[in-house]
């Protein structure tokens, strides 16, 4: 029943992006329009989704154990991705900008833009997102250190600048759904409908968003790459694999519960494709923006297949 959800959701979201390819190749969505779609949903929409699904969480003791382990297993499954993306540049000699670009998305998956939107709907208690968001909040510590630091062989970025990043509309918006969450505070129903229905748009918006990055650039060129395909590989199976394996062992042999739910999110956060934003920081640091996107196409496309494999080899193990 679980494995026919999450492929029809990856069907839908698949439609949804291919809308988004045709309207951006009829020139509906220009540059501009893409620019401020990313900005509404990243500052407008991402926010209400977050607060409305965080205040919506029943409070126990087993999601207060299961966000502490999510965020410990959520490093975990970002260390051992750094790892083995620096491993396998060292191993393919990829060089340079690209290779620094291989590293980081290797690192760095598309969590909120596709893991929102499918955790919203294989977990409507807002639970699944809950977890999601703490496997966000992680890999953005990510993002503005370890990321930063390997765009930045070639230009100089102060380390408050980096800081700085870290607080945006997102984190916000699950300090306060905490802050709620902890003192037993609700939205009020006259607000939080139109606020829901706010955040539910994130799901149509982003990918409306990945298409239009997917419809403005011609990535033939990625289908020859066989660095690309190690790098799905690594970031999309082995290494979730490998941490699903890891959570077993904590929760057979360390007596540590882990949810369901919970392992299902953060096992399948760590198998995300790689990450939109990426291709945008590495425009602004003078990387290798067009290898981002040709990694960004290609696993993209590789996730309607992975995504559902991933999903029914937890379930069984």
């Not at 409306?208 to 020859?224: E, R």
């Not at 990450?275 to 993209?300: I, P, Q, R, Y």
Request: overall charge positive; aromatic content about 12%.
């Amino acid at each position: 029943m679980y494995f026919s959800i999450i492929v029809n959701q990856i069907l839908i979201l698949a439609f949804l992006a291919i809308i988004g390819v045709i309207v951006t190749k009829l020139k509906v969505i220009t540059e501009q329009v893409k620019n401020g779609i990313a900005i509404v949903v990243f500052n407008i929409t991402l926010p209400a989704l977050i607060i409305t699904s965080v205040t919506n969480v029943e409070l126990n003791r087993e999601v207060l154990s299961n966000s502490l382990w999510v965020f410990i297993i959520s490093n975990i499954g970002i260390i051992l991705l750094y790892i083995v993306g620096k491993t396998s540049r060292r191993i393919q000699n990829i060089k340079g900008k690209t290779g620094n670009v291989h590293v980081i998305h290797t690192m760095l998956g598309n969590v909120a833009f596709l893991g929102y939107p499918l955790f919203s709907a294989l977990f409507p208690g807002g639970e699944g997102l809950f977890y999601a968001v703490i496997f966000h909040l992680t890999q953005d510590i990510y993002i503005w250190t370890v990321g930063v630091f390997e765009f930045n062989s070639s230009k100089n970025l102060k380390f408050t600048e980096s800081l700085k990043h870290l607080l945006n509309p997102n984190i916000i918006a699950f300090a306060i759904g905490l802050i709620m969450l902890g003192l037993g505070l609700k939205i009020p129903k006259l607000f939080f409908d139109p606020i829901y229905g706010l955040g539910r748009t994130t799901i149509y918006m982003a990918m409306l968003y990945i298409g239009a990055v997917l419809a403005q650039n011609t990535m033939f060129s990625a289908f020859k790459k066989l660095q690309i395909y190690i790098l799905g590989f690594n970031k999309m199976l082995l290494v979730p694999f490998i941490l699903l394996i890891i959570i077993n062992i904590l929760s057979d042999y360390c007596n540590i519960h882990i949810s369901n739910t919970a392992k299902t999110v953060v096992v399948m956060q760590t198998a995300m494709p790689c990450m939109a934003m990426v291709v945008v920081l590495a425009k602004k640091f003078g990387s290798d923006d067009l290898h981002a996107t040709e990694n960004l196409f290609l696993t993209t496309l590789f996730s309607l297949a992975t995504l559902p494999i991933l999903y029914y080899i937890i379930q069984i193990f």
